[in-house]
């Protein structure tokens, strides 16, 4: 029995108009029990380094063979729609981009006859690719009973493409969605922040305490705010109520920095305070781009690094590097793009790049030649995008305990008290996590052997600290890695 029986349910926060079902083994604690494998007999083992939460997860791996590994059938009714939700992530995810493993809900009638999937209340697919995701990251499939259903069965299977895994998973859950609700609205206007379970939310917090970093060392955190520029001629209020929050704690934070914000001649007051949290150590100011620019081509969205030409990258690149020593006397040392979209363009802009020497949320097959640091989707500042969600939080970290590092997107510009309450929460529990806060500049010195992949432990720290420590990729463009396939980000900006 997994030390979360509701996490076995729900997987996740339960939204309202959902309907937890008992998936049986859900979380392997029990082995195989209740799950048919055919096709081959070592494609699915269950082991303790698979698991996320518990003590056992499932690593599916094998050579080009067809097999497949069902869950015992749960009873549905025609025309209600079912929700699936499982976790998934890759120790060798750098070595090989395809898991080529997929999964399926598969409806069938009384005599036991598959039955296609009609369309979901929500826009989700009862099919899912599965991708060797570097973090845990979680996944959220949808369809609706069609006429004539009986039961529901969750299948893992090859694709018949290649090797399979290897592919960790966990945690998978079911629920039936009622009546879904109108999105709500905050008073004053915007979104709240989202609900969730409180008993659930205490069970993850006993699941860390219980085992914190799952026999590896606390992880690394860089706290990476978007969007700073100047404010008339000075700095916001937000954003200097974090520089104080930061400095009561005695934490080091990054802000990422849009070029045309800073071009003005009349912003005295911030380039002095700018360099003055600069030379002070407390706080990384790094290139976020020069215009922060989007435009569509026909239905296409190309973006400031991720569509447009080689020629527009370079500029754009050069620009901004070349405002920071004009206007801040120092250069970038990291590079996180606006929208996090990146393409080929833009690994060769970097390459020939000489200031940039870390590369947030890029790309680690094509690194460039500079640290790549790695998203993880499910441990982030803000769930959906411009909301801090510290449930949301703790539940993706719960899932990636051992983890190296984490880099922590938001943006302070949006905070509201609401949304500052639930970033200082997470700031909180992250020291209480005995975690180290650091630039991502920090990360320069270490090699490129391994992209900092984020479970190598093969990184920097490697060749600084003799203590070794321990989920939605594009071919050509890198936008939110993964987003097609995770439930897990919404909303627009970056």
């Known amino acids: ?237 937000r954003w200097k109520k974090v520089a104080d929050y930061a400095a009561s704690k005695g934490i080091k934070v990054t802000f990422g920095i849009i070029a045309t914000r800073i071009q003005n001649e009349n ?37 400031e690094f991720g569509g447009e030409p080689y020629e527009h990258q370079k500029q754009h690149m050069t620009d901004a590097n070349k405002l920071a020593r004009e206007k801040l006397g120092f250069p970038y040392v990291s590079f996180g793009a606006p929208f996090n979209a990146t393409d080929e363009n833009t690994a060769k802009v970097l390459a020939e790049d000489q200031d940039i020497k870390v590369w947030m949320y890029g790309d680690p097959r094509n690194p460039a030649g500079k640290k790549v640091l790695i998203r993880c989707g499910a441990v982030t500042l803000e769930t959906p995008t411009l909301i801090p969600n510290y449930a949301a939080f703790v539940e993706g970290y719960a899932h990636n305990r051992g983890a190296e590092y984490f880099v922590l997107q938001g943006h302070p510009a949006g905070w509201g008290d609401d949304r500052w309450e639930q970033f200082t929460k997470i700031v909180e529990f992250l020291i209480s996590q005995k975690a180290e806060f650091v630039f991502a500049s920090d990360f320069a010195g270490s090699p490129d052997r391994s992209a900092s992949h984020p479970r190598s432990r093969l990184g920097w720290r490697d060749t600084h600290d003799p203590a070794k420590r321990r989920g939605k990729g594009k071919a050509i463009l890198i936008a939110d890695s993964m987003r097609g396939s995770l439930d897990r980000k919404a909303g627009a900006e970056e």
């Open 267 to 303: 912003i005295a007051d911030f380039v002095a305070w700018t360099k003055q949290q600069h030379d002070s150590g407390r706080i990384e100011f790094w290139n976020h781009g020069y215009d922060h620019a989007e435009r569509m081509d026909g239905k296409k969205r190309i973006m």
């Open 1 to 237: 029995m997994k030390l979360l029986p509701l996490l076995m349910l729900v997987g996740g926060s339960l939204a309202a108009g959902e309907i937890p079902l008992p998936l049986p083994n859900g979380g392997f604690e029990n082995g195989l029990d209740s799950w048919k494998l055919e096709g081959s007999a070592t494609a699915a083992t269950v082991a303790p380094d698979a698991a996320m939460l518990g003590k056992n997860g499932l690593r599916m791996q094998s050579e080009p063979a067809r097999f497949s590994l069902t869950s015992a059938a749960v009873p549905v009714t025609p025309g209600k729609t079912y929700k699936l939700n499982f976790w998934a992530g890759s120790p060798k995810a750098l070595e090989q981009p395809q898991s080529n493993l997929d999964a399926k809900l598969v409806f069938r009638s009384a005599d036991g006859k598959e039955i296609a999937a009609a369309p979901a209340k929500i826009r989700k697919w009862p099919v899912a690719m599965i991708a060797n995701n570097f973090f845990n990251e979680e996944y959220t499939m949808a369809g609706a009973a069609p006429e004539g259903a009986a039961t529901l069965e969750v299948r893992l299977s090859s694709s018949g493409k290649g090797p399979v895994g290897p592919v960790n998973l966990d945690d998978f859950s079911l629920a039936e969605l009622d009546d879904i609700p109108d999105p709500q609205i905050a008073e004053g206007g915007g979104h709240p922040v989202p609900s969730f379970d409180p008993q659930l939310l205490k069970n993850l917090e006993d699941e860390i305490k219980a085992d914190p970093y799952r026999g590896k060392q606390p992880p690394r955190i860089v706290i990476k705010l978007d969007d700073f520029g100047a404010a008339g001629s000075g700095v916001h209020a």
